[in-house]
């Protein structure tokens, strides 16, 4: 089956960039997706990318999409407490998404 | 403007009770999921419906039943429940293939 990948932990200090970074197996995927979990809640829809960019920018967030080497990264500029949260990178397989495991971002002051 | 409603939000079970999950959302999306999430798995899709009166089976299905008889609702039904379904339930719903998911606030069940 599909399977997208992540590192499970990261720690910045506030105020640096985070960067997150995603692989995931399905070329054919149109969409690629980032999402929040903060705790006790459910995902939250950050972003997204369609597959024939290279990059998109939205405020504090940048998403670079690297489909030679079916890699994804999220990063976030002047990293706030606020941000800490569980980040899960997401691709579209047929109908369904398939999820990577979540990379845990500690933000620390 | 509720989105995606769960209820309940907390359950615990005892071994081999059965009950319902409920899932209800008001966006007239045509397509809901079931996610179930455990530590370091990521989300594993249990069941999914593309509209009403249509399901399939995701990843995970096993233990667990779903029915669409209406667009708002999608409930997740535990047969029998066991040790190895205690976590955190998930429910989604999106217009379609390619747009985001707009997910519930989750289900935490413990099976004992």
């Known amino acids: 089956g599909e399977d997208v990948e992540q590192s499970l932990f990261l720690s910045v200090r506030e105020g640096d960039s985070s960067v997150i970074n995603c692989t995931y197996t399905?070329?054919?995927?149109?969409?690629l997706y980032w999402y929040k979990q903060e705790p006790g809640a459910g995902l939250q829809l950050l972003t997204y990318?369609?597959?024939?960019?290279d990059m998109k920018q939205d405020q504090r967030l940048t998403v670079l999409l690297n489909k030679k080497d079916k890699h994804l990264s999220l990063r976030i500029a002047d990293t706030q407490t606020g941000d800490s949260a569980i980040y899960f990178c997401?691709?579209?397989?047929?109908?369904?998404?398939?999820f990577g495991p979540g990379t845990r971002l500690s933000v620390l002051p | 403007n509720a989105g995606v409603t769960q209820t309940p939000k907390f359950q615990v079970l005892k071994t081999g009770q059965s009950m319902t999950l409920q899932c209800a959302q008001d966006?007239?999306?045509?397509?809901m999921s079931w996610y179930r999430q455990d530590p370091g798995m990521g989300l594993r899709l249990i069941h999914y419906?593309?509209?009403?009166?249509?399901?399939d089976q995701g990843e995970v299905p096993n233990g667990y039943n779903v029915s669409r008889s209406t667009t708002e609702d999608f409930p997740l039904r535990l047969l029998s429940a066991a040790p190895s379904q205690t976590s955190v339930y998930f429910c989604?719903?999106?217009?379609?293939?390619?747009?985001?998911?707009?997910f519930g606030s989750g289900t935490r069940l413990t099976v004992v």
């Open positions: 966006m007239n999306h045509e397509y």
């Open positions: 989604a719903s999106s217009y379609g293939t390619g747009k985001g998911y707009t």
């Open positions: 419906s593309v509209g009403a009166g249509i399901t």
């Open positions: 990318i369609f597959s024939n960019m």
């Open positions: 399905d070329s054919s995927s149109t969409y």
């Open positions: 997401a691709e579209i397989y047929g109908q369904n998404f398939v």
